[in-house]
């Protein structure tokens, strides 16, 4: 047998709307009769459909997750291993994911969402500097929160020990002997760049020693200046190239087969981010593992708080490891 509100409010004797406040939890009713409807519908194992819990909460039941428009193919395990993680907590709180595409270049599917209240909530995949994503939710009556470290204050995030990660793993290669390092790195507009520039550099100072700023190279996603720059740093005395993150690392990889030259034999190489991407490479390439999936279900669990009107304390997850490979041998 189906039932209905109408249903369940003919069999208890209780109007239509008594029922409603009493699975809602909200207006006023006396507790026996809140009780006696709950045990009910315990009982007959009634789920209101989406848009009756939506309507009696006052909430749509979906949080937004903004993803870059202009991330490219080779970003992509990153995002989906996160997203993987905010859709298995956003249905333990029976919530649905909007997926909205914005960044610098365009927040116009944002706002749509935003305001017309198709979202109660969203979470921010990654951090650019002056983002325009960000400031419209500083200024929307909408809660939100960041994943990465925004750089300012006020603003809620989650995020890695990516400066901290990244220190240690230039601890770990000055440890075995490599000091001469060159750093490829993603653009200067995206926060993280930032985090992983400044723990290169604080790795070689806890070893009393200073980076080469002139072997550090920066912006180089979708960049044809790889090969070139690759030629550069290894002419100019580097034994080890440092990659920000998988995909450049798979570019690196890809200028140096075509030139010729072999990893480890030739030239060193590590990433400061380990995903499927690298996971065939030959050799085996020397990366700081992240649990992103965890990293999109804390965020997820932080937004729901953060919903639900609680203080929220922006959190740092420094459970990293480093995975030591043939690359660095």
């Known amino acids: ?28 009713i006396s507790e026996e009769t809140r009780a006696k409807v709950n045990d009910f519908i315990k009982e007959i194992n009634y789920r209101p459909s989406a848009v009756a819990r939506s309507l009696a909460a006052s909430r749509t039941f979906n949080v937004g997750l903004v993803f870059p428009a202009d991330s490219a193919l080779g970003e992509m395990p990153y995002f989906q291993t996160l997203m993987t993680g905010v859709c298995d907590r956003a249905m333990e709180y029976e919530y649905d994911v909007l997926i909205i595409l914005a960044d610098n270049d365009g927040i116009s599917a944002l706002k749509h969402a935003v305001r017309n209240k198709k979202i109660d909530a969203v979470m921010v995949s990654r951090c650019e500097q002056d983002s325009k994503v ?54 200067e507009n995206i926060n993280v760049t930032h985090s992983r520039l400044a723990g290169f550099r604080q790795g070689f100072i806890n070893r009393g020693m200073k980076a080469d700023e002139n072997q550090i190279y920066l912006n180089m996603h979708k960049s044809d200046r790889m090969d070139k720059v690759l030629k550069t740093a290894i002419a100019e005395g580097a034994e080890c190239i440092v990659c ?5 690392c798979n570019s690196v990889l890809n200028c140096l087969h075509n030139d010729g030259l072999s990893v480890p034999e030739d030239i060193k190489l590590c990433s400061f981010y380990d995903s499927n991407l690298l996971s065939t490479s030959k050799p085996s390439i020397t990366s700081l593992y992240f649990d992103a999936k965890k990293l999109g279900a804390e965020g997820l669990s932080m937004l729901m708080r953060n919903l639900d009107g609680e203080d929220v304390t922006n959190l740092t997850l420094s459970d990293f490891n480093i995975q030591m490979r043939d690359s660095t041998n």
Request: proline share 5%.
């Open 134 to 187: 960000i400031n419209f939710l500083k200024e929307a009556a909408i809660p939100y929160i960041v994943v990465g470290d925004p750089m300012e204050p006020g603003v809620p995030f989650i995020d890695h020990d990516n400066e901290g990660a990244a220190t240690r793993m230039i601890e770990t290669l000055i440890d075995k002997g490599i000091t001469r390092m060159a750093l490829i790195g993603g653009g």
């Open 244 to 248: 920000m993150d998988d995909m450049l």
């Open 1 to 28: 047998m189906g039932y209905t509100l109408d249903k369940i409010a003919k069999e208890l004797g209780l109007s239509k709307t008594t029922v409603s406040r009493a699975i809602s939890g909200k207006g006023r």
